[in-house]
């Protein structure tokens, strides 16, 4: 995170609720924010094309008109972070913000310092590193746009016939000479990924970029971009091909390095908000088609405001650290845990019946009872509410599944917390996990 203080712009209408976050702000200790105030949208236009760090939306509206307002917003701070601070604790509008980019969708009655503070501190964190990612994509495809190409021509047999210095170099042999004498089969990883590029050529009489993962003379593999074409004689015979090999491994790797970042949570490691709720619309599609099923596990950990107010939000982040390497050592290796933001967690269980679901939550409040953690004045003890809702052949649509494992889980809470609720008429919850460890 770079140093000095985060650029903040609130765009709240509401003058009592702008004050609250401007109290809110003066009370950080853990992130400097400063924080300049416009009382609409239509007044912040001037202030949204400087360059801010986030952007608080106030909203007190809900549904279609909040997303106008988020859109706009969006489209003018191109290089801001946008939390969305709402007037109601809305799953369904939260659900759209995030899938239309926001960061974050708080809710202002409720917002204490120490949620604000992480809430801004991890949407600044996140988009920084999106457009500091854009910007080394860019100057990753200059690179590669300028890199040399292995060159070769090789027989149907498989020799090499002939090659540049630049393949000798990709592929980490001491002389050209040496590289002329191998067998080409042995060149790829997968030996049949030979048979089916020989046949797409003559097929054709051209590939071009087709990934191949070839093998140095080290062990290490090689993905390299190759276009080729066959050379014939004049009555169709082929008689040799030649063609060129472009190393795309490293770029290869930073795909992989953003696919994480994008789809990860990086305070615990576990799955995004937005790559979760991707999961879980495929599950509810396949359920509806291929009649299977699965349960969702909505955790919403107890007393943690408090834990936060008391003790500070570095200590809140153990905590949700533990959690999550709680939650993916007690689980299976099928399930899909995430992180949906602040200190809400989510299980997707394929395969999982409502009976087996209810199992699996009574042990997952079992393991953070029994996970404490270690502070200066003691140990804190993670206690969890949890609502469960079933995906089935039934199930409209992720949105709707969500909402009722939200309801389940409040129901919990209501209970006195530690406790699991099922969603569904006359459906209630296991009774209280045991005090015992797993």
Not at 199 to 215: G, K, M, P, Q, W
Not at 303 to 324: C, P, Q, R, S
Request: aromatic share 4%.
């Amino acid at each position: 995170m770079k140093k000095g203080p985060i650029r903040a712009l609130l765009i709240e209408e509401n003058p009592e609720d702008a004050l609250r976050v401007l109290d809110l702000v003066d009370c950080a200790e853990q992130v400097e924010i400063e924080l300049k105030w416009e009382r609409s949208l239509a007044e912040a236009w001037d202030a949204l094309a400087r360059d801010r760090d986030v952007i608080l939306l106030g909203l007190e509206q809900s549904g279609g008109a909040a997303i106008d307002a988020l859109d706009a917003v969006q489209a003018t701070a191109t290089s801001s972070a946008i939390i969305v601070l709402a007037r109601s604790a809305n799953r369904l509008d939260e659900l759209r913000a995030i899938r239309r980019g926001a960061e974050d969708h708080l809710h202002k009655g409720g917002l204490s310092t120490a949620e604000l503070e992480r809430s801004v501190h991890f949407a600044v964190e996140r988009h920084r590193s999106k457009v500091a990612l854009r910007a080394a994509e860019a100057e990753y495809r200059g690179l590669f746009e300028n890199a040399l190409e292995g060159v070769y021509r090789s027989s149907p047999e498989g020799r090499l016939l002939a090659a540049n210095p630049a393949l000798v170099e990709m592929l980490g042999y001491d002389s050209m000479e040496e590289l002329l004498e191998i067998d080409l089969h042995e060149l790829y990883v997968n030996p049949e990924d030979r048979g089916k590029w020989i046949r797409r050529v003559e097929r054709s009489d051209e590939v071009r970029n087709s990934e191949a993962i070839l093998r140095r003379t080290d062990g290490e593999s090689v993905i390299a971009l190759e276009t080729t074409r066959a050379v014939r004689s004049e009555d169709g015979e082929t008689l040799y091909f030649e063609g060129s090999l472009l190393d795309i491994t490293e770029r290869k790797r930073y795909e992989r390095h953003l696919e994480y970042l994008v789809n990860h949570d990086s305070l615990t490691g576990l799955l995004s908000r937005r790559r979760f709720l991707q999961d879980l619309e495929q599950e509810v599609e396949r359920a509806r088609r291929y009649g299977t099923y699965a349960s969702l596990l909505l955790i919403d950990l107890d007393g943690f405001k408090e834990i936060n107010d008391t003790l500070g939000h570095h200590v809140g982040d153990d905590v949700l650290a533990v959690v999550g390497r709680l939650l993916k050592k007690r689980l299976r290796q099928t399930d899909f845990v995430a992180r949906l933001g602040g200190d809400e967690f989510a299980v997707l269980a394929p395969q999982t019946g409502a009976v087996e679901a209810q199992t699996v939550a009574a042990a997952v409040l079992d393991a953070l009872w029994n996970g404490t953690v270690k502070t200066d004045g003691g140990r804190v003890r993670i206690g969890a509410s949890v609502g469960i809702a079933l995906v089935n052949q039934d199930s409209s649509d992720a949105d709707a599944v969500l909402v009722s494992a939200d309801r389940a889980m409040y129901r919990a809470k209501a209970a006195g917390g530690r406790d699991c609720e099922l969603h569904g008429p006359g459906d209630r919850g296991g009774s209280k996990p045991s005090q015992a460890g797993l």
